[in-house]
Nanobody, 123 residues
Framework: QVQLVESGGGLVQAGGSLRLSCAAS????????AAWFRQAPGKEREFVAT???????DYADSVKGRFIISRDNAKNTVYLQMNSLKPEDTAVYYC?????????????????WGQGTQVTVSS
């Protein structure tokens, strides 16, 4: 079993930055595919970014060029650096992980999920 705990959310003005962290415990997370998803009020949870165990990354078009996903395997932690934030980025952000490399852009591709952290961007 893997437990994921997100932190770093908060309230920020448009144009600002935040860095989210996802700390994994229970097993070594270095070999896992990890991702960030988000869910805005009244909307479905959507893909934001993913990183493979080798460090390969991919992003949703809506955040490409503004967000950066990274990982520190020594700390068993995945990060999401969010820059140039917009009000439409407001959502609960969830960290996800799976030992397999499959369906990386879909909720079904991940077995383990954190509890989420709120990000609110004011205009």
């Amino acid at each position: 079993q893997v437990q994921l705990v997100e932190s770093g959310g908060g309230l920020v003005q448009a144009g600002g930055s935040l860095r989210l962290s996802c700390a994994a415990s229970g097993r070594t997370f270095s070999g896992y595919t990890a991702a960030w998803f988000r869910q805005a009020p009244g909307k479905e949870r959507e893909f934001v970014a993913t990183i493979s165990w080798t460090g390969g990354t991919d992003y949703a078009d809506s955040v490409k060029g503004r967000f950066i996903i990274s990982r520190d395997n020594a700390k068993n932690t995945v990060y999401l650096q969010m820059n140039s934030l917009k009000p439409e980025d407001t959502a609960v952000y969830y960290c996800a992980g799976d030992s397999r490399y499959r369906n990386r852009y879909s909720l079904s591709g991940y077995t383990y999920w954190g509890q989420g952290t709120q990000v609110t961007v004011s205009s």
